[in-house]
């Protein structure tokens, strides 16, 4: 008939859990082969993926092919993950290199689309932003930021992670993370005094 | 110092510090970072402390703004990435049946998906997950039987043969034992009945315990 092994216990109630499965549990059942384990942090984490992505590069179609190559990467990569950091976090570096690679290679440079295709009504179901004045000038304020800039401007200010994380992340150190962050909020900031 | 010029003056790069010394920069790090109202003992009695927080303050309100807009997923973003490894890791076929009128061929993940949701259903079953990859015992199934494949079969093709690997999580205070042998009763009764696979293999690990949802609970 097959074999049965008990082993393993846990109670509820841990950081992160949702229906009492936290997501350590499902990256170890994922990186032991089952698929719908990576299936179900695939449907906790791919918007956080298109939502990194879509802040960084500022056009729908690219932030959803690089939140789904960022995806499939991390499942292919699961085997290398230690649990050192959270999923999460984990995940969020692979959204940013995948982003920054996408932006070095020039892809629909220039066509910052961070708001949604107004003009085809079939597309507003799945609108990500509301369209306003005061959003599409941030978007464009920060879509004119360096690469660099840009990212930690976003897992900072957008994503409100801490200035640790972000130096996690970016594979750099808390004093360049702020360094960044000081250059990049003096050209936000003017370009929204312009604005106003 | 109001209203957009004011803003302008603040952060043009031949700007001064303020005439009480403290630095923009600081200041528009303190706003942005949503500590405006902490103010330290020199900004509550600085006036151009002050004055610069709350113009800068309303300089920043549209990046909040801008961070509070929801996202909305692309509806099919998750059915693209899993399609995606399903490509890559389902392309080992676990059952062919051969009939007189052609063959019927069912993919190792359909065999995964009958046996996990026969699994959920078995009282006291919290989670099940079945593995429908090449790894464990499906991987060495698969190599024992390479002599012996089909000749229409696709690489990896096991005849009416399925080994079916799950992974539990049992509700708290059942009896583990019998939850694991009712699901491999259920689950091999069902994979012969419904994907008509003569021998069936289920090897269950139960590897959690949980509590039952709230709403299931007995008060």
Known sequence: MGKVVAGGSRGMGQDGEVEGFDDAY??????????????????????????????ILGHHQDAEDVAQDALVTAWQQLPQFRGESSFSTWLY?????????????????????????????????????????????????????PPAQRVVVVLHHLEGLPY?????????????VRSQLYRARRALGSALAEWR | MTGPSGARRLLDPASQPLPCGAGVDELLEQVADGDADRLTEHQRTCPHCRAAIAELRVLWAPVQEYARQPVRL???????????????????????????????????????????????????????????????????????????????????????????????????????????????????????ENLGLQSVTVNVAVDDVAAEPADQQQH
């Open chain 1, 93 to 145: 570096r692979i959204v940013t290199r995948r982003a920054l690679n996408w932006i070095s290679r020039d892809r629909r440079h220039g066509s910052a689309d961070v708001l949604p295709e107004l003009a085809d009504s079939s597309a507003q179901a799945d609108i990500a932003f509301e369209r306003t004045e005061t959003v599409g000038a941030v978007a464009a304020a920060i879509q004119a930021l």
């Open chain 1, 26 to 55: 499902l990256v170890r059942r994922a990186q032991d082969g089952y698929l719908d384990a990576y299936a179900e942090l695939v449907n906790r984490h791919s918007l956080l993926a298109y939502r990194v992505a879509l802040r």
């Open chain 2, 74 to 192: 692309p509806r099919l973003l998750r059915a693209s990435v899993l399609r995606q490894l399903d490509r890559l890791v389902h392309d080992v076929w676990y059952t062919l049946q051969l009939t007189d009128t052609g063959a019927v061929r069912v993919a190792a993940r359909v065999v995964a998906a009958v046996a996990r949701d026969a699994a959920s259903r078995v009282p006291g079953v919290r989670v099940a997950l079945g593995r429908s990859t090449e790894a464990g015992s499906a991987g060495l199934v698969s190599r024992a039987t390479t002599g012996h494949l089909h000749p229409h079969a696709a690489v990896g093709v096991l005849g009416r043969t399925a080994v079916v690997d799950l992974a539990l999580a049992v509700s708290y205070g059942e009896p583990v034992h019998q939850v694991a042998r009712e699901v491999q009763r259920r689950v091999i009764a069902e994979l012969r």
């Open chain 1, 164 to 176: 640790a994380d972000v130096a996690a992340i970016t594979a750099s150190s808390v004093a360049a």
